[in-house]
């Protein structure tokens, strides 16, 4: 062996090593990629209970309010009209609805111990205002004269004072309606709104504490995780290019590496995109068939096709809540969906070695009429790839089942298409792709 060959043979060896490590990194990177959105998934569920909590802390605290508002309302009707619907409404809401009862109790999962002390306290002040009301009922019953056993237990239990045994009906009923209408009641109830107030001021305090606890740590994890997608990208574009630039002369095998890695590039985008999975493999396929059927060479094919494999890179940098929800998009999430287009062709623009390959990311949703985006190029002002790249795309997104709906009849799907020639999508390549079609030539594609 030559002292030249010796040389060769180490920088091919430094090179072999250099590739290990970064596809080292590489994996390195899904692997804390994977984990960071396990990490996400996790804040996003804590946020989702912390806001249910507060809802229900919310919730609970409007039934409160609601159910000791109904109490001072029916015992105030009471002694001013004397009407025992009344009494049986008050007591149907203490023994039977118990809102107070259950909505306190449903709060006390929320609370700590100073939160429950405050709760405490509002439940001994209620107890008493209670008192004051059963009282005023007295009162009114006695001064009613009537038979004091149609009463409720609470109300016959309750002993007048000397005092007010000695008054007249019409002094009874006037310091009943004194004792529920007087400053000192609704003192009273001032005191208890104040403490239920304060319980529920710390309890969706503390909800809100969290969830946005919970918030800042899921943008954290996000931000890290959008920098490590980058640097993934640039890795892998960096080590392509190393490639590409340092091993010229072994193409065939290099070219097999890196054909792999697009495919890596490819699958990434349909593991983010859940709805889609698939889908950049088979626009590639469907491309390239287009090509060779429309009279591209065995190389310029295989070109459309690794094209092809890419155009959809750029939703990588897509948020995965606009990318993979369910529900139609309003208008700015769809502005940040147009956007992969361009992200796409400035990710792909880097390997400088291969610049064809961001012409699919960049040009493949403009219209033949012009309508299209980012660029609103027309007609022969699109690339022929890309052109090539709208039609396969189009055709897989009807052709293909997604989560959220069948796939379309391939009838269907033909006319959709011979529909959209000329105005979207190119009328030659449109052709092609329906003789491909007629020939069946797609069935084994769908299926992969």
Do not use: W
Not at 21 to 40: E, G, P, Q, T
Not at 124 to 142: F, G, P
Not at 169 to 191: G, N, T
């Amino acid at each position: 062996m030559t002292k030249q060959e010796r040389k060769q043979l180490t920088r091919e060896t430094k090179m072999d090593i250099i590739n290990i490590i970064m596809v080292v990194i590489a994996c390195i990177l899904y692997a804390v990629l994977i984990y960071s959105m396990v990490l996400v998934s996790r804040q996003y569920e804590a946020m989702s209970s912390a806001m249910d909590d507060y809802i229900s802390c919310t919730e609970d605290g409007q039934q409160l309010s609601d159910a000791s508002g109904h109490l001072t309302d029916q015992v105030h009707h009471f002694v001013v009209d004397g009407e025992m619907e009344h009494v049986e409404a008050y007591f149907a809401e203490v023994h039977v609805t118990r809102r107070r009862e259950n909505a306190l109790e449903n709060l006390r999962e929320f609370a700590d111990e100073e939160a429950i002390s405050a709760l405490q306290k509002a439940l001994d002040r209620s107890n008493k205002l209670m008192e004051t009301e059963i009282y005023a009922m007295r009162l009114v019953a006695e001064a009613q004269g009537g038979d004091i056993a149609d009463f409720p237990q609470e109300v016959q239990e309750i002993q007048l004072t000397a005092e007010d045994q000695g008054l007249s009906s019409e002094k009874m009923a006037d310091k009943a309606i004194l004792m529920v209408f007087d400053e000192d009641y609704h003192h009273a109830r001032e005191e208890i709104e104040t403490d239920v107030s304060g319980f529920l001021d710390g309890v969706i305090g503390s909800m809100r504490e969290k969830q946005q606890a919970s918030m800042i740590k899921m943008k954290r994890i996000m931000t890290i995780q959008s920098i490590l997608f980058v640097v993934l990208i640039v890795q892998s574009l960096i080590t392509i290019a190393m490639i590409i630039i340092n091993n010229m002369k072994k193409q065939k095998e290099n070219q097999t590496f890196i054909n792999q890695i697009i495919h890596a590039f490819a699958r990434s985008i349909d593991i983010k995109d859940k709805y889609t999975n698939g889908h950049s493999m088979r626009v590639a396929k469907y491309a390239k068939l287009i090509a060779k059927k429309a009279g591209f060479n065995d190389k310029e094919a295989e070109a459309v096709y690794n094209i092809g494999l890419l155009h959809d890179i750029g939703k990588i940098t897509v948020p995965d809540d606009i990318l993979n929800k369910a529900g139609r998009l309003d208008d700015d999430e769809y502005n940040v969906i147009k956007k992969h287009t361009s992200n796409g062709s400035e990710i792909l623009k880097e390997i400088q070695i291969a610049p064809e390959l961001a012409i699919g990311a960049q040009y493949h949703h403009e219209r033949m009429d012009g309508r299209g985006y980012p660029y609103g190029k027309e007609g022969n002002e699109i690339p022929e790839i890309a052109q090539i790249i709208a039609v396969a795309d189009t055709f897989d997104a009807m052709y293909s089942t997604r989560p959220y709906r069948k796939q379309m009849p391939i009838e269907k799907v033909e006319a959709e298409l011979e529909r959209s020639a000329g105005t979207q999508l190119s009328e030659e390549y449109v052709k092609v792709m329906v003789q491909l079609i007629h020939e069946d030539a797609v069935a084994d594609i769908n299926n992969t």
